[in-house]
């Protein structure tokens, strides 16, 4: 579904501001917690919102960093090409911050190409710690030779 950003943003608007504020809710007693936003312009005006149950969240810091990610989410459905993400967990915003983003070529990236693809193709979600799984130990074998 794609969603078009209200008349009153479009109207004469040369660059568009947009704020996007998330919080994350967890509890732990609890296997699960809640995320929430909301995309406002730079007015104040509503724009857009979002609420998410999310199963084994496993403390406050996963909550708001998914509520982030939820929120980047809301930006690209709504198409909005420049905002502001704001949120109150500080620990969340500077791990964020802290992170550099940079582009690789797809031969550099094969590894990463193939988990993508088996998510594609795969109707469960995975993660593997410590062992990597069997369906990319040769990429890693062939990455691992052209490092060194």
């Known amino acids: 579904m794609i969603f078009r950003a209200p008349e009153f943003v479009k109207v004469g608007m040369k660059d568009p501001t947009f704020t996007t504020r998330t919080d994350g809710a967890y509890l732990p007693q609890v296997p699960y917690g809640g995320t929430g936003g909301v995309l406002r312009y730079k007015q104040g005006q509503f724009v857009a919102a979002f609420v998410h149950r999310v199963d084994y969240i496993s403390s406050p810091l996963h909550a708001e960093l998914l509520a982030?990610?939820?929120?980047?989410?809301?930006?690209?459905?709504?198409?909005?090409?420049?905002?502001?993400?704001?949120?109150?967990c500080q620990v969340a915003v500077t791990a964020i911050t802290s992170i550099r983003l940079r582009f690789v070529r797809r031969q550099a990236n094969t590894?990463?190409?193939?988990?993508?693809?088996?998510?594609?193709?795969?109707?469960?979600?995975?993660?593997?710690?410590?062992n990597a799984p069997e369906i990319i130990l040769d990429a890693l074998m062939y990455d691992s030779n052209r490092i060194h």
């Open 68 to 88: 982030v990610k939820q929120g980047m989410q809301l930006l690209q459905s709504m198409q909005v090409a420049s905002a502001v993400i704001e949120s109150d």
């Open 111 to 130: 590894v990463a190409h193939r988990l993508a693809s088996q998510g594609f193709e795969s109707n469960i979600n995975h993660e593997w710690f410590v």
